[in-house]
């Protein structure tokens, strides 16, 4: 359990409201998983605005070189009503480690939000994101921002979820900074930032030995971080990641359990097995066999263990 719960935003309508257009709730597995392991700010841009639930449907309507919010059936024009809201709501935030946002929604939606030409066009000629989602995706790009529709992939799911558990301990850490304490986090994430950005974990590891002050180095520590954590681990760095760590029980386990990681190894990079697979079968041993450096990584656990789940959409690493 990490010593700073993450605090992440999230659609009012996955389960915490009855607030969709058509009058319901859309409870959510993974938001009541996450529930007793992050704080949820619940948002409803369009319920708050006073558009009321049920309502008629809004659209994002694209023309002239525009972007548009309407309600077809009344006429209403909502565009500035939803970004004035917006705006105050982003403004009132406080610090939050992520958003966790309803797809396909013309508000909350990230991306693959219906773009219309009219607001009485048959159908839509392409996607974006909504007012909400394109919103959050321009004031914070560097932190965990996901759609739940996306979230089925396993890929998608795990990334997620490392960076918004390791933001909300470097937040904890930067909260009262000393140069310790941040390189006490880079020793832990070390494995981690060379899974997912090699040249990063150099960059921050210089950053910290040259720097004089904590809170000056903190800022730039953080958005350095954040940033190598922009896309999911390419397949080869975790595999190298992978094989190191396995080079620290050559001498304690059997050629049979070696062949049973390196056979794990090869479903991994097929995208038939989650990294979590890996993981776990690397932690028994780093437990079995107490080795220090590798059981402080969090790339081994960079989320609580009872969010791993190895349920996947089907389509593998693709996004
Ligand atoms: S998608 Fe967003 S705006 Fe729409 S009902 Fe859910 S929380 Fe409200």
New binding site residues.
Partial sequence: MPAVKPRVVV????GFAA???NGVS?PNAFVDKLASLVEFV???????IGLG?PRDPIRVVEADGGVRLVQPATGRDLTQAMRGHITGLLDDLGEVDGFL??HR?????IKDVRRYAAADAKGAFGRGP?F?GGAVIERFPNLAVEDEGRLNNYTLREHYLTKLFSLAELRGVIHKPSMAALMDFQARHKLLLLAYDQAAMRRLGRLLARAEDAEKAAAEYRRGFATALTDPPGVGPVTNVLLHALGYFSKQISASEKAFFLDLLSDYREAKLPLSALSSVLRGWIIAHGVDYLARQSFFEPFPRELVEITDSGKGRDN
Avoid: H, I, M, Y
């Avoid at 659609?11 to 996955?14: A, F, G, Q, V």
């Fill in positions: 659609s009012r309508c996955l607030c969709r257009w859309l619940d948002v409803c841009p369009e319920f708050d639930a946002l309803k929604s013309p508000t909350c939606g909504g909400l």
